[in-house]
């Protein structure tokens, strides 16, 4: 193969360093998060439409579902359920958000 494919490749051409310095997205270091659980036993589609909710809020979030579940496309029980995380120090902001954003549809199932 040519040129035409080391040019193809960004990593593969040792000449263009500002590829690869605009590629680096985190900085590096050894700070350690820790995720906690903010809400279970989800629908995978809701658990979907909470995290959009919350990165709105400009809280990052993660949905955690056990992969056979994805695999086989279960969306109930055990091997279903999806469970969203948060940073922990955005925990009570995001569980304040999830409250106000929901309790207005719970109010109005029981209607």
């Given at each position: 193969m040519g040129d035409s494919f080391a040019d193809a490749l960004p990593w593969s051409n040792q000449e263009n360093d500002s590829i690869e310095d605009?590629?680096?997205t985190t900085?590096?270091?050894?700070e350690s998060v820790r995720w906690v659980v903010v809400a279970e036993n989800l629908?995978?589609?809701?658990?979907?439409?909470?995290?959009?909710?919350?990165?709105?809020?400009?809280?990052?979030?993660i949905v955690q579902q056990e992969a056979m579940g994805i695999v086989?496309?279960?969306t109930?029980?055990?091997l279903g359920?999806?469970?969203?995380l948060v940073p922990e120090p955005h925990a009570d902001n995001a569980?304040?958000?999830?409250?106000e954003t929901f309790?207005?549809?719970e109010a109005e199932a029981e209607d």
């Open positions: 605009s590629a680096e900085p590096s270091g050894t629908n995978p589609g809701e658990a979907v439409i909470v995290k959009g909710r919350l990165e709105s809020e400009g809280i990052p979030a086989l496309g279960l109930v029980g055990p359920a999806a469970r969203l569980l304040t958000i999830l409250a309790e207005t549809d």
